[in-house]
């Protein structure tokens, strides 16, 4: 689409939609939001998006690489530490003087009050996103941005649930869940080795890697060469090493730490079967809201094993795309792993399964759904 400086298409078609997206966790900085407030702003077709959000290390270098319309605060400061946070819904409101949007796309619940602001200054509607941990963690602010939210976005049916239980207007609810990048090559045959992958940040108890951590000793009594490869860094991970010895797992689990998506991606290629078992915080609010690793897993042709509970319910179709199962109950996660381990023929089936069904989930159709319904909320005139 050509649009001109001042984010008017050319020709007779209608002046592009402005949207000013509003989010803490951008790229470079890693993550399942950052990947999609990045997607959505880069498959935008019939929009002109201006970012607003926190500085990182290389940030400046990433959103040139990109070419992308990109403001950030000065300073980085801790990820949603109050002072950044503060200083980023003031730049929100000042970029929103000086752009205009029509639109303003709340990734994060820690921008909604910059977001009410800019529409109480200049009339731009809101939609505001949730994803499900943060609404545990800040239920008074969760609360806060729904209700004063033109139209609130859902990842999941777990998240729809949580957004209603905040106070959100049904009428006003939409669920979209999140997409998938799809492999462009072929894939080679994977090593011989059986190996299983998690691919998560070492930040949050709920990801499941304790439990995965007592299901190897059960998996390799089974697959005794089995291994289990963690990709992700994080303040858990000395907990989880020692965890590891005290199994006698030593030489049978390697810790990546944070690697590039390039080597993500390989060992995509190289895994046998994904694990996740991510269960539900107590209280059964927040947790993964949709788990787009799943579907990531999925892309590259591997079967998956989920928890039964949270967002995974509607990343993973049990028995085609992959196993869900307790995710408090190490033996059945050791059992639906070594199913697949040694059952290579329905690995390779369900992995083909889940591949096929990332395709429906690609990131230029969600941003598509996502843009028809910004278009909607632009007021008329």
Known sequence: MAVTADGSETGDRAPALRVLVLTPDFPPMRGGIQVLAHRL????????????????????VFDRREAL????TRSGGRRHHRSAILALNGLALAEARRFRPDVVLSVHIVLSPAARMIRRAIGAPTAQYLHADEIRARPALASFAVRGADAVVAVSEHTRRLALGAGADPRRLHRIPAGVDIPASSRAARPSRPTVLTVAR???????????????????ARVPDAQWVVVGEGPLRPELERLVAEHGLDGHVRFTGEVSDVERNTWLDQAHVFAMPARLPDGGVGGEGFGIVFLEANAHGLPVVAGNVGGALDAVVHGETGLLVDPG???AVASAIADLLLDPERATAIGRAGAARARTFAWPTIAERVEELLLRLRPAG
Do not use: F, W
């Open 41 to 60: 702003v880069r498959h935008a077709r019939r929009s002109r998006m201006r970012v607003v959000t926190l500085n990182c290390p290389q940030g400046e």
């Open 69 to 72: 319309d990109v403001r950030r």
């Open 202 to 220: 070492l930040h949050d108890r709920y990801k499941g890697h304790d439990i995965l951590v007592r299901a190897m000793p059960l998996i390799r």
């Open 329 to 331: 109950d190490h033996d």
